[in-house]
């Protein structure tokens, strides 16, 4: 392998953006796979996480790992998400006439590099043959807000923070910046979401970047917003997406691959964002590490070097606690529906309450509810299934129980709520989680969703997710509602309340219809 750093390619407006270029050993012309990430580019947790890039170009791939504009080598000023269709778009030409190139490129990469993948492909550069991406999005503006009317707090700090901060510090050759903040990333977990968002001082310390506050405001343009997302339907090239059923990013990738135009294949595993080993909080599955660099070459040896490949499935998904891998034509999804009622008595049960009583559920800022795993991105805060008692425990937690399970249940499929409420305020957050209780009392996480409350009384219908996960005969299903979680989203600074009438429903689309004692 051959490395060329800090290749130069230059943008329509002339910035020029710095990649270093890794060649295959020996003469020839190759195909380039393109990765662009606003990350270290020389650091192998963020060159190699996705794909080992020895492999790669020992299998005959041009690898070119370019820094997006204002970042590290490259020129510029960055703000997220609004260069990455045109830069992407001349990258992607300018890639293609590398020496030792032959004119067919690939992207690759994972989270905001698999936005600059769909960015990029969006624009239909005519040297782009393939992509990859993994754990991405389309709209940069709503999933980093939080598209459910909640913005997730936590996620916002811990990126700007922990990713972002260091190389802005350079930038602005501040030598005492970095001393600032380094008490404050030394422990970070410690200062999210405290204080004021507004002034939380491991950015003002490090002088803040402008797009931090126009996040937390929603300061942007009308223009600029869309700058930040893309169309997927106008994304004609074949897509390859990988997703995580604890991912923060798990729907906005499955809604890339339900309206991707082109030829397209998923892969769904038990996976976190940070961790695609099969460890999955306090949970391991097993055989649910896949050779993602295997995998790729697959894929573009397929599209870039023509190569007949075997027909399959465009669908791969793990079936958690089943403990094995299914593909199908299309997303799991069960074909029985299961209505449960929430009974005032803590009851999940199929059959409706006599008497549709209330609960009030209370919520104090000074003592929230904590986030334990699930689909987050947070410092310090690990995404994934925990044993949930002790949140469940809480007098601010509402929880529904099932009778256990005389045999086996695949949940196959989506969860939605509709709730029947009151609450103190319209624009208070509604939190459902759904667990697998094990006959030893220990609660285990399977999906969780939090949702802006628009409206103060009525119905709610709440999408809780989706999943792919075997209850095991014994267990019970439970649900639980709660009006916080911190430090994922913000406390808010005044006591709150919600009423959930005896009405409310859970609907389950499953593989199977569950079958409960008596």
Not at 42 to 58: I, M, N, P, Q, S
Not at 244 to 273: M, N, S
Not at 411 to 423: E, I, P, S
Not at 460 to 465: A, C, E, F, H, L
Request: glycine content about 8%; proline content about 7%; aromatic content about 12%.
């Amino acid at each position: 392998m051959r490395i060329e750093e800090q290749v130069e390619g230059r943008m329509r407006d002339g910035t020029v953006l710095r990649a270093d270029v890794y060649r295959p050993d020996g003469s020839g012309s190759w195909p380039a796979l393109l990765l662009r990430l606003p990350y270290d580019k020389t650091t192998r947790h963020y060159r190699e996480t996705f794909a080992e890039v020895e492999r790669l170009t020992v299998a005959g791939y041009v690898v070119v790992i370019q820094d997006v504009r204002g970042r590290f080598a490259s020129e510029g000023e960055f703000y997220p998400f609004i260069y990455e269709a045109e830069d992407g778009y001349d990258s992607v030409e300018w890639a293609a006439r590398l020496p030792e190139v032959n004119g067919r490129v690939g992207m690759i990469g994972m989270s905001y590099h698999g936005f600059t993948q769909v960015a990029a492909a969006a624009g239909q550069p005519p040297s782009l043959v393939a992509i990859a991406p993994m754990m991405a999005f389309a709209d940069g503006w709503s999933t980093m807000r939080g598209d459910r009317g909640v913005f997730e707090i936590g996620k916002w700090q811990t990126w700007v923070a922990e990713s972002m901060l260091p190389d802005h510090l350079e930038r602005l050759e501040d030598p005492e910046g970095p001393d600032r903040i380094s008490r404050y990333l030394k422990d970070l977990p410690a200062w999210l979401g405290k204080g004021n968002p507004l002034t939380w001082p491991p950015v003002t310390a490090a002088g803040l970047p402008s797009y931090y506050n126009d996040f937390l405001l929603g300061n942007v343009s009308e223009e600029t917003r869309e700058r930040m997302q893309v169309n997927p339907e106008s994304i004609k090239v074949p897509a390859l997406f990988l997703a995580g059923w604890y991912d923060c990013f798990l729907e906005e990738t499955i809604d890339l691959y339900q309206r991707t135009a082109g030829p397209v294949e998923l892969w769904i595993g038990p996976w976190t964002h940070e961790d695609q080993s099969g460890q999955a909080g306090d949970v391991f599955f097993p055989d649910a590490q896949v050779d993602r660099t295997a995998l790729f070459l697959q894929w573009f040896d397929r599209w870039l070097r023509d190569e007949k490949a075997p027909p399959r499935n465009p669908v791969h998904y793990y079936v958690m606690n089943a403990g094995k891998w299914r593909s199908g034509t299309k997303i799991p999804e069960g074909n029985s529906e299961t209505v449960f009622y929430m009974h005032s008595d803590g009851l999940l049960f199929g059959d409706a309450p006599e008497q549709a009583s209330s609960i009030r559920i209370e919520h104090d800022p000074d003592y929230p509810v904590p986030t334990i795993g699930g689909n987050i991105l947070m410092s310090g805060f690990p995404a994934g299934s925990f044993d949930q008692q002790e949140v469940q425990a809480r007098s601010d937690v509402l929880v529904y129980t099932s009778a256990p399970l005389q045999e086996n249940w695949e949940m196959l499929g989506t969860a939605q709520a509709r709730l029947w409420m009151n609450a103190s305020r319209p624009e208070l957050p509604i939190g459902l989680r759904i667990s697998e209780v094990q006959p030893d009392g220990s609660a285990w996480n399977v999906m969780d969703s939090l949702e802006g409350q628009p409206e103060a009384a009525g119905k709610r219908v709440i999408d809780i997710g989706r999943t792919a996960y075997w209850f095991s005969a014994g267990s019970r299903l439970r649900v639980e509602i709660y009006l916080s979680s911190f430090p994922r989203i913000e406390n808010g600074t005044s006591p709150a309340w919600a009423e959930i009438q005896g009405s409310s429903q859970l609907h389950v689309i499953a593989g199977t219809l569950p079958v409960f004692t008596n």
